[in-house]
């Protein structure tokens, strides 16, 4: 070492000891500019990874690259340091390690030996996974260089198995009824590079989840061109997730092999007279080889997660059965570890009791988690029998997140949604019997981070503040400046779009809304947040605490639109009140009915991804406006390029549902051609004008067909 060399770090050593002394500190800091010391000796890949995670972001924060060494005594004395270690290593702190999970993990700041440390320590490799996670995101970035405040944690997850469950929709195609040209792209993950797809799984893995969902539906093969294409991505993100130390679970929608744009000749579900549909070979066909099919990844899957009640094309129950033995088999023919599970959708009264009593106690029953779907003391029932009966329960997390995007998509902010839902359960049925595992819907990808996040450190402790956890979550991304403007945008969203309980939220309850009641404020706020991000620009010197798919300004970007709905809807409410002020004042109805005209501005999609039912404030806005018209009585008139864009979109549904016939299809104006869940009189309206325009012709009294339809017709 030389004088010079010496000195520097002489003056180093007295920097640190000086601010360690400052009054009221009691972290650790590792100045800018000084090699970071770590203390570790990885034993297995995994504990390399997290190693690799950890000296990564010293790096990037201190700029000085990290010095590992494997015992304390080999760094210099007064110079901090962070020790890795598992549970039953000693540590310089004595930290111990809670038992009963892998991912347990503790932290703890404090002094031995003349310096400061931090010591992660982890049940396993995957508990010191969860230590060094935490530390990144309790860490905070400052001129002088990276504090670990003072973290005295101890933690292990309140549900041993928590996955995300990663829905296949894109935005572009929706839901194989018709196509949105203009939809962004960025969303869909499909399209990632596989760098791209490997930090999109790694950061749900910062995000406290344990494993993956990955979700199998023809729908995908209608989008990839062929199963094999669809399943290929599917196994690079279940590798993926094997390398980060996840599990990885398979959905399989085990009796639904055609539709949403897929379609099979192969298949039928219809058995000749006399067999079961196990028995028809010609039924057995379409499932053999689907389910081999499916078999292809069971290497790559710790579990197996069936779906065959809904749509439920096998009509006789022993069927199901059988199908559904035929399908495990399989999947044990190449891994005979895997784990089964079944989701309880559609699934009827007696449904426990047949399980028991058709060999699949060892299955793992998913139960709902949408509220509206029990009755009073129904979940409670539930639980109740699966504990007389021996039964494993889970959760399928479906909606509490955001809505399926093929519906209602939209950028949501459920955490206080979460909250109450994870509250009652842990304080009621849990208590009953209780969960092993849950995974949540993760359908919007990078505009439904936030909600993913919440749940996701709730799901390890549901008396988490979701206020707070939105401050983790923006502040690790963003930077503490930045990351609070985009705080007040996802507030907005919060306000605006979910509120703070299911019935705010879901869209069939009576409580149910768009927008608070101060369209006023909601307008203001809009405008301000506006301004504030349409010119966002990231803080460079900031290192994102995630591993992030694209960059923080992208996911800005993608926030805005949503901002710029929520803005046009809450402008539309005051006209709305405005007119009703002048309808009390005595106003003519020419009047009345010009002003509604003007008000009648449907918000546009921009490039957001919309599902089905439409974007979701136009779709509110026409709900009110149609009231407003029957409350005062007022004729209004849709905008011709609205009728133009939605007849189009039922004639490509009508195409796809006849590009399933062999011949020519008939149908009637009924509820099944609705998927769009219109009025009736505008249903009624946009049928009539492809019928005026020459798309579909009248072929009996109640019956139509495309006026083309050989076009379509396989």
Known sequence: MTVHSAFIRIWQVALIQAVLAFPGFAGVLLPKGQTAQVVAAP??????????????????????????????????????????????????????VPSGHAESFALQTGKSMGRSLVVASGNTDQGLKRAVQRLILRSRQLPEGLEIPDLSLSESPWIPEREYALCPWVPQQVRGAFVNPYADNRMNIW?????????????????????VQLMETSYSYSVFGSPEAFQARQRILAQLAKQNGQEVSLWVWAAEFNGYGWIDPDVTYTP??????????????????????????????DRLIGHFYDPGHLENQQDVFDYMRLLEKKFRDKNPAVKMAIDSWAAGPNYLQELADNGFSHYLLLEMSMPNLFKPGQRERLHEEARRLGLKLGIWGWYTTEYETDQLAALYVNGKVLKEFFQQIRGGVARIHPLQYWSEMEAHHLNNIASMYVAGRLLW????????????????IWGPDRGNRVLQALKLVEDTRSGPSWKTYWWTMPEHRLGSEDPVSDAERARSILQDLESFKSDRTFVPKFPLPVSPETLVELILPQLRQILAFAEFRIELDQIRARAKAGAPKSDLERLAASAWKPIPEYDTWVGTFGQIEQRMQDQLLRQLAEELKLSISDPGWLRDQEAQRLLQKLQNMQRSRRGEWQFKKDRQLNEFRWPQAKMEDRFGKLVTDGWIEQTGVETYRLTNWHHYAR
């Not at 990874?49 to 007064?78: A, C, I, N, P």
């Not at 399209?191 to 494993?211: H, I, K």
């Not at 066909?285 to 899957?301: C, I, N």
């Not at 206020?467 to 690790?476: A, N």
């Open 43 to 96: 034993k297995s890949e995994l504990d390399r990874r997290t190693h690799s995670t950890l000296t990564t972001y010293l790096d990037k924060v201190l700029g000085q690259g990290v010095r590992t060494v494997s015992s304390v005594g080999d760094v210099e004395k007064g110079i901090p340091c962070i020790v890795l270690t598992h549970k039953g290593e000693s540590n310089p702190l004595q930290v111990t």
């Open 191 to 211: 399209l990632y590079g596989d760098q791209q797809l490997a930090r999109y799984v790694e950061m749900f893995d910062f995000f406290g989840y344990g494993g």
């Open 461 to 476: 402790d549901p008396d988490l503040d979701p206020d707070k956890l939105l401050e983790e979550v923006t502040e690790g």
């Open 272 to 301: 000749s007279p006399g067999k079961s549909a196990f028995e028809d070979p010609a039924v057995r066909r379409g499932f053999e080889k689907y389910y081999d099919h499916y078999a292809r990844l069971a290497p790559y899957v």
